[in-house]
Structures are given as structure tokens and as C-alpha cells.
């Protein structure tokens, strides 16, 4: 997992940059609309909205925001009508790329996606071209001051985890079933255990090593694709070295 891994830690800094330019408020704002179209609006029976909230609060964003994107989610208020789409394509080297959208504009969107993709040396495929590369899984980040790898470890797979292993040199990982998130999330959060994150990602089955030009070309259609408003997450197989990665930063 050694380039999901230095990736998912490069993206926590990314989300730094992202609140200071606003983009995460709209993001947060969108998820909300659509787990509580999805769901409902009760935040109890409802594992997304629930989660979606609390990405709101440590956002601080103002609780006025999150209320009237509850309600236009629920149809109460007037708004703008968000679809969840998945785009698959390919980047530099062949490196295999998942894109998930939230849009009000599904035609607009896809041709501004095409386009990033065939600007940055990649192309935009057909449905399942590449998804098939990639196993949906639940991760959880826990920063390793948090405890003991055993205490963590034993507290996440009682709870239905389905691994456990080193994120990198300052986080550990779970993964779980994409349906048991949730569960495990409450299960270590009661343990009084801080977590980093939480969500469902695409996980690659095989990585794609890239280094020198090719590996900040891959950089580059990751940047233009994250900073695109209509784009929720961004999952590939490419596997860059911490030196270069550092140099890139």
C-alpha cells in the first residue's frame, strides 16, 4: 500500500490548502445536500450525513451553513439538484485514475474533466475501463500518538476491521468493509482515540511506479483534477518515491 499510503498523507496537507481557498466549505456543502437526499435528514439513521457533518464542524464551518444545506438536501429550501458520478480514465504512464463527481451539470462537467485529463497527458476511458483495478474499502487514519499499534490494532478488528497495518512513518491504517466504516469509526472513536480521517476510498490492487518528469506529470493531472469544484475524490495507482514526492511539494 506504499503509494496509497505517502499519497493519502500528501492529500491531509492538501486539504490545508483547500479550506484557505474555500474549496472545502463547497465540497462539504455538496456531500451534505446529497447523504441528506440520500439518507434523510435525521443525522441518527444516517452513517453519511452523520460523517458529513462532522467534516463540517472540523472545518468550522458555521452551523447556519450546514443547517440550510440539510434542508435544500431535504427539499425544504430551493437549490441547486447535485448527481453523483464516477469518471475512469488514464494518466501519464498509464497510471489507472478513478474520479468521483458531484455536479449540477453533467455534460458541462464531463467535458471539463475530459479536457483536464488530455491536457495533462492522460485520457478520459469508458465506464469500468479501470475500476476494475480497484477494491472499495473503508480507511480510517489514526496518528500513531494516539496508542500502541497492538491496542489499536486489537480495539479496530474486534470491531469488524478488516486490516490493520503502518500509514507511513506517522499514521497507522484500517481498512474495513465499505458497509462497516462506520462501525469501527464509533468503535475506535469510544476508545477515546482521535482519528484523521475516515472515508471510503478506492483502493488499488497493484501500483504503478513513476519518478522523475512522469511522476510530477502524474502530479500535475492529480492538482488539476482535486481543484476542480465539481470534484469529490481523486484515487490512482501510481506509486511516487517520498524524495520525489518532497521534491514536488
Excluded: C
Excluded at 39 to 56: D, H, Q, S, T
Excluded at 145 to 164: K, V, Y
Excluded at 196 to 205: C, F
Aim: charged content about 30%; cysteine-free.
Amino acid at each position: 500500500m506504499a503509494g496509497h499510503s505517502k499519497w493519502a498523507t500528501t492529500k491531509r496537507a492538501k486539504a490545508v490548502v483547500d479550506a484557505k481557498r474555500g474549496k472545502l466549505f463547497t465540497k462539504i456543502v455538496r456531500e451534505i445536500i446529497v447523504a441528506t437526499k440520500e439518507g434523510g435528514a435525521v443525522v441518527e439513521n444516517n452513517p453519511r450525513l452523520r460523517k458529513a457533518i462532522e467534516l463540517a464542524k472540523e472545518a468550522n464551518m458555521p452551523q447556519d451553513n450546514i443547517k440550510k444545506a440539510i434542508q435544500r438536501g431535504s427539499g425544504e429550501i430551493p437549490g441547486a439538484v447535485f448527481e453523483e458520478m464516477t469518471y475512469e480514465g488514464y494518466g501519464p504512464s498509464g497510471i489507472a485514475v478513478i474520479v468521483e463527481i458531484t455536479t449540477d451539470s453533467k455534460n458541462r462537467t464531463a467535458a471539463e474533466i475530459r479536457k483536464i485529463f488530455s491536457n495533462s497527458g492522460g485520457n478520459l476511458g469508458e465506464t469500468g475501463s479501470v475500476g476494475f483495478m480497484f477494491d472499495r474499502k473503508g480507511y480510517i487514519s489514526i496518528e500513531k500518538s494516539q496508542g500502541t499499534e497492538e491496542d489499536i490494532m486489537n480495539i479496530a478488528l474486534e470491531a469488524g476491521a478488516d486490516d490493520f497495518n503502518a500509514d507511513g512513518e506517522d499514521f497507522y491504517a484500517v481498512y474495513t468493509q465499505p458497509e462497516d466504516l462506520d462501525k469501527v469509526r464509533q468503535a475506535i472513536k469510544s476508545k477515546n482515540i482521535a482519528i484523521s480521517s475516515a472515508e471510503l476510498q478506492m483502493i488499488p490492487k497493484n501500483y504503478i511506479k513513476v519518478e522523475g518528469e512522469t511522476a510530477a506529470a502524474v502530479i500535475k493531472l492529480i492538482d488539476n483534477l482535486e481543484a476542480h469544484d465539481d470534484v469529490k475524490e481523486v484515487f490512482a495507482n501510481f506509486d511516487i518515491s517520498k524524495e520525489d514526492l518532497e521534491k514536488l511539494a
